[in-house]
């Protein structure tokens, strides 16, 4: 009888986070638990204790995990250079569109239980995004202006607005974006805001 070895290291991650993925799409958050997932990664509850504070922690990483896998991050400015103000836009958003597509609708619905029950990690968190947002449009218009583009001057709270819409639409609203709803609002209310 051949003994079946235990998982550890990045496969026994990834046996978490999809045995995570999986309950959450198929049963929702309330059957996320660390006695539930352990057992269907092949893990055991202390394992998971170890790691996550909370099963939404361990969905979150999860989520985070997949969709970095898929499609990557949005870390180097010259990968967003389309060689337009405009073309950068929708790039960025299309990218955010198909984070909230892979996540899916569970974790959406599980960020506003979260967010519904005071967890400060979620309020550190779009803290933190705040910055990384202002940065990414910055560095995006300092690409425009260098292709001559002129460029209005805009307070870091118009710059986080987009995203936060988007935040809303997909989390509060729990409806899709579409490719037609992200050229609404680069056409209608960024470029008209941004450009000269």
């Known amino acids: 009888m051949a003994t079946q ?3 550890r290291g990045d496969e026994l991650l990834n046996a978490i986070y999809d045995a995570t993925l999986r309950v959450l799409n198929s049963e929702g958050m309330a059957a996320v638990t660390f006695s539930r997932i352990a057992v269907e990664a092949g893990s055991n509850r202390p394992s998971l ?21 898929i499609q990557g991050g949005l870390a180097s400015s010259e990968s967003l ?3 337009s103000l405009r073309g950068d836009f929708i790039k960025i958003f299309t990218h955010l ?3 909230s597509e892979i996540m899916g609708k569970q974790f959406a619905l599980a ?4 967010i519904g029950q005071g967890n400060y990690k979620i309020t550190k968190m779009f803290d933190g995004t705040r910055e990384l947002n202002v940065d990414l449009i910055d560095r995006i218009l300092d690409q425009a202006r260098n292709r001559g583009e002129e460029i209005n001057e ?7 607005l987009p995203f936060e819409t988007i ?8 409806k899709p974006l579409t490719d037609e709803w992200i050229e609404n609002l680069v056409d ?9």
């Open 81 to 83: 250079d389309t060689g």
């Open 5 to 7: 070895t235990r998982k």
């Open 97 to 99: 569109k198909n984070s």
């Open 49 to 69: 204790y170890r790691r996550w504070d909370t099963p939404f922690d361990m969905v979150f990483d999860a989520a985070r995990s997949k969709t970095m896998a």
């Open 167 to 174: 935040r809303y639409q997909t989390i509060v609203m729990h």
């Open 154 to 160: 805009v307070s870091d709270d118009v710059k986080v």
């Open 111 to 114: 960020m506003i239980l979260e």
């Open 188 to 196: 209608q209310v960024l470029i008209p805001v941004y450009t000269k």
